[in-house]
């Protein structure tokens, strides 16, 4: 018993031995090449993606969850974007308002691409929805 399964052990361990260095040297490179995909992949997509731009622009204000509870959210009079009068409000009005601001909410043309824009507005939805 003990020595059917102690063979594939000791056979692995063996090649393990022999081709140690090189395996490890190949590994370190396999490996290194896999991190810079994975960040440059990850990196690639939380740029572009709604939620990281209201995260990095919206969420002071308007909070995370969307209820514009916080202090600047307070301080600026921003509603929740869950309020009643926001969801009547079509995609095309909201979008303005999120171009060329209005009252204490900033513009965000020529800081934001369209793409950008109707992202960050997909993502609003999202927050709507909960
Ligand atoms: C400095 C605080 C502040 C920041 C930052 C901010 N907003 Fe606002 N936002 C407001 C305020 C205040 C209003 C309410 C404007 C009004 O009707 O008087 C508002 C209104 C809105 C509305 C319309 C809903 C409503 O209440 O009528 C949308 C949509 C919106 N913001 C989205 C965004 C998005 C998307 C971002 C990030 C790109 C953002 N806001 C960043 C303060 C902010």
Same mark, same amino acid.
């Given at each position: 018993?003990?020595?059917?399964?102690?063979?594939?052990? @000791?056979? +692995?361990?063996?090649?393990?031995?022999?081709?140690? &260095?090189? @395996?490890?040297?190949?590994?370190?490179?396999?490996?290194?090449?896999?991190?810079?995909?994975?960040?440059? #992949?990850?990196? #690639?997509? &939380?740029?572009?993606?709604?939620?990281?731009?209201?995260?990095?622009?919206?969420?002071?204000?308007?909070?995370?969850?969307?209820?514009?509870?916080?202090?600047? #959210?307070?301080?600026?009079?921003?509603? &929740?974007?869950?309020?009643?009068?926001?969801?009547?409000?079509? =995609?095309?009005?909201?979008?303005?308002?999120?171009?060329? #601001?209005?009252?204490?909410?900033?513009?965000?043309?020529?800081? +934001?691409?369209?793409?950008? @824009?109707? =992202?960050?507005?997909?993502?609003?939805?999202? +927050?709507?929805?909960?």
């Amino acid at each position: 018993m003990s020595s059917r399964s102690r063979t594939p052990a @000791m056979g +692995l361990l063996t090649i393990t031995k022999q081709k140690g &260095a090189v @395996m490890t040297r190949r590994l370190r490179w396999y490996g290194i090449a896999a991190l810079c995909l994975i960040a440059s #992949g990850t990196r #690639g997509l &939380a740029q572009n993606s709604g939620a990281d731009i209201y995260k990095a622009k919206c969420q002071m204000c308007h909070a995370a969850d969307g209820s514009a509870n916080t202090p600047a #959210g307070k301080a600026k009079k921003a509603r &929740a974007l869950t309020a009643p009068e926001v969801l009547k409000e079509s =995609d095309a009005d909201l979008l303005a308002i999120i171009q060329n #601001g209005k009252n204490q909410m900033p513009a965000y043309k020529g800081k +934001l691409s369209d793409a950008e @824009m109707k =992202d960050v507005l997909e993502y609003v939805h999202t +927050l709507q929805k909960k």
